[in-house]
């Protein structure tokens, strides 16, 4: 591939992810509808667009200009925003919320396509495909069963396709980067369908488990209310709780209505606010069991069904021949276990062991390094990697950056082999010069 088609393919993805992120966004953007017209937020998602396109234009026409610092990237944003804003202000007529609604949606966007690069793509870009996601999912609910969201209906089926859209791109996401880790691919690697398909059909099986359960919350929500009833009503009767309903008075007569006085008549009795979030409680709680009822339903049959087919799944194993030679088991690699990560992650403390401490500082010094867009390759040997992150390192830090670059590789190598103990001076001087670097 030569230079001039890897840049037009670069311009192309970066064309597409800026597209990508509005629809991640549209679930999000239909709650302005709730305070302003109805057509706010096709209008809002194409102006998002437009303005991500054209800060990304300008990044790419001008990018000595706009690489020198943040506040040059910041005052153009707020240009871009201004402009837009002004132009949708003179063509339609806008309330004040609308317009502040417009401008901190256009601001975000021109600020995303002007800082936009490889690492934002790789690294940041599958966490707003799950935000797509959950919006759409909270989003069509809430729109279902809240009562001053029932004017986001009309909405249902754009923020259903968004959420599609937004799972099916981050299993494709997930896919190439188990590609890029297994194989240490540079990104010549085409993806191929069967291979997508063999690798990921339990994730597209759980995606049109999800896209199903979706669609029938209405009937799934109809079929629980009485369940819910029955619940609240048994819960009632545990803490004595009398019905919120008194019947009425029975008249001498049977046919002589009852005349009371005004002061003695009370007002309609409202349902407690308490009873109102308990059902809703037990609500969640019943659709809770039966999803995870389903859940282990759906996983006894597909592991029965990838057992009997197995041959199917995965063709390659079935003609292989049994393996008869001896194999040693204590020369085998064990399977690493599968560590689940957490939502909320806890900052990783710094080893205390002298030789983890200088390969703590050195991942993590490679990590920023990544965040802030210097590529990296994972052929690169440290001296390497120090010297790609020498050519992009910030003016703000340049003393303590450039010493840590010309230290901390030579002191990893070192480690690496064994060369250097805990009591060495080097180990001193690299923590006296990570304190200053992570401050």
Same mark, same amino acid.
């Given at each position: 591939m030569s230079e001039k088609d890897a840049i037009k393919r670069v311009h192309i993805i970066s064309i597409l992810a800026v597209l990508s992120i509005g629809i991640y966004l549209f679930p999000i953007f239909t709650i302005t509808s709730l305070y302003?017209?109805?057509?706010?937020?096709?209008?809002?998602?194409? +102006?998002y667009v437009m303005a991500g396109l054209f800060g990304l234009w300008i990044q790419h026409r001008f990018t000595s200009v706009i690489e020198k610092?943040?506040? %040059?990237?910041? %005052?153009?944003?707020?240009a871009i925003c201004i402009l837009f804003v002004w132009v949708s202000g003179m063509l339609l007529t806008l309330s004040l919320p609308a317009i502040i609604t417009l401008g901190a949606g256009l601001f975000i966007a021109a600020l995303t396509g @002007?800082?936009? /690069?490889?690492?934002?793509y790789s690294s940041r870009l599958w966490r707003l495909q799950l935000v797509g996601v $959950?919006?759409?999912?909270?989003?069509?609910?809430?729109?279902m069963q809240i009562e001053f969201m029932l004017p986001m209906q009309m909405y249902t089926g754009y923020i259903y396709a968004a959420g599609v $859209?937004?799972?099916?791109?981050? $299993? %494709?996401?997930?896919?190439?980067?188990? @590609? /890029? #880790?297994?194989? @240490?691919? /540079?990104?010549? #690697?085409?993806? %191929? +369908?069967?291979?997508?398909?063999?690798a990921n059909h339990l994730r597209i099986l759980?995606?049109?488990? $999800?896209i199903a359960g979706i669609g029938a919350f209405p009937s799934l929500a109809a079929w629980l209310a009485p369940l819910r009833d029955r619940l609240l009503a048994w819960i009632r009767g545990l803490f004595g709780a009398s019905s919120p309903q008194e019947p009425p008075l029975t008249p001498e007569m049977p046919n002589e209505p009852m005349n009371l006085p005004d002061e003695f008549r009370e007002p309609p009795s409202d349902p407690s606010l308490f009873w109102e979030i308990l059902g809703w409680i037990v609500f969640g709680a019943a659709a809770a069991v039966i999803l995870w009822l389903l859940v282990k339903l759906g996983r006894t049959i597909m592991d029965k069904l990838a057992e009997r087919f197995k041959g199917l799944l995965q063709p390659g194993q079935k003609r292989q021949e049994p393996r008869t030679e001896y194999v040693d088991i204590s020369e085998t690699l064990e399977v690493p276990t599968k560590v689940r990560k957490r939502w909320f992650r806890k900052k990783e403390p710094v080893p205390t062991q002298a030789g983890e401490r200088i390969r703590y500082y050195y991942r993590v010094w490679v990590s920023n390094a990544m965040d802030r867009g210097v590529k990296v390759e994972k052929s690169y040997t440290p001296l390497e990697t120090a010297e790609s992150i020498k050519e992009s390192y910030l003016k703000s830090k340049e003393g303590t950056e450039q010493e840590l670059a010309t230290r901390l590789p030579e002191v990893y190598n070192a480690v690496r082999y064994g060369k250097k103990d805990e009591h060495n001076p080097d180990m001193i001087e690299m923590d006296r010069i990570w304190k200053s670097y992570s401050k």
């Open positions: 302003t017209r109805a057509y706010f937020p096709y209008l809002l998602f194409g +102006l610092s943040s506040f %040059v990237r910041g %005052v153009m944003a707020f @002007l800082n936009f /690069d490889s690492a934002f $959950i919006s759409a999912i909270v989003s069509t609910i809430a729109a $859209i937004s799972f099916g791109c981050w $299993i %494709v996401g997930q896919y190439r980067a188990q @590609l /890029d #880790r297994a194989v @240490l691919n /540079d990104g010549k #690697r085409r993806l %191929v +369908l069967r291979e997508f398909t063999r759980w995606m049109l488990i $999800i």
